[in-house]
């Protein structure tokens, strides 16, 4: 029977041998970095892009289980951003009949956003419906497929999908991903949420002062209830 110091003699290695194992070693893990500059330099003198890492801010809740579509939420993320000016991209680069997919992101980060950067999956098809936006609807004008544009979001890391363990059984969760956390991204909608609030602030302060004239009291109740329950998703 073979001891302990005899087992590990079998795998004596020299100093020389440790050495070039640990070279190796360290030149595979700087690989990746190295590849990442390389592709950086690349895409910017070639097609004039920029390749930037997304950090996510927020690590997810201690207490949810993660969706087999999020298995590789660790891993690094990284976008590629037109380094063109806003007008020459818009004139030259920018696909206008792209332009409904842009809004309807645009929108579906905007509502989480103003839930708090987390929503419930049924909190969120509730805004959705009342957009028009059907979970059922596969064929719809403009998006086709409703719900697998909604999943596209998740793929594409404005989005992340968990399920939530707690009292009531499983919940499915929306949180905003990195894309949308990042820095340019989220101060558009800032910009934007905020704009939208003074612009439906003047128009019911408006419908008020011709609701009272008309003294039309039933619309302005309805229209009131309306305001509150805006009111109630911002704050």
Not at 25 to 35: E, F, I, K, M, T
Not at 82 to 98: F, G, M, R
Not at 110 to 120: D, E, P
């Amino acid at each position: 029977m073979s001891t302990g110091v005899e087992d590990l003699s079998q795998f004596d290695l020299s100093d020389e041998e440790k050495d070039r194992l640990v070279a190796e070693n360290y030149r595979l893990r700087a690989l990746p970095a190295a590849v990442i500059d390389k592709a950086k330099e690349k895409l910017a003198g070639l097609f004039g892009y920029d390749l930037k890492e997304l950090q996510r801010t927020r690590p997810p809740a201690k207490n949810q289980t993660r969706s087999s579509q999020n298995s590789a939420a660790d891993m690094r993320s990284y976008i590629v951003i037109s380094q063109l000016p806003a007008n020459v991209y818009q004139k030259h680069v920018e696909d206008i009949s792209t332009a409904h997919l842009t809004g309807f992101t645009f929108v579906i980060i905007s509502v989480v956003h103003l839930a708090g950067g987390k929503i419930s999956e049924e909190n969120l098809w509730h805004h959705m419906r009342r957009m028009g936006l059907q979970e059922a609807d596969e064929n719809h004008p403009a998006l086709g497929n409703v719900k697998l544009s909604l999943e596209v979001l998740v793929q594409q890391r404005y989005l992340q999908k968990d399920k939530v363990n707690g009292p009531e059984g499983t919940t499915v969760m929306y949180e905003l991903a990195e894309r949308a956390l990042d820095g340019e991204v989220s101060q558009k909608i800032k910009e934007y949420i905020s704009q939208a609030q003074a612009d439906m602030l003047l128009e019911y302060v408006d419908y008020v002062i011709s609701m009272v004239k008309r003294r039309k009291i039933g619309s302005f109740v309805m229209k009131t209830l309306l305001f509150i329950e805006f009111l109630g998703l911002v704050l």
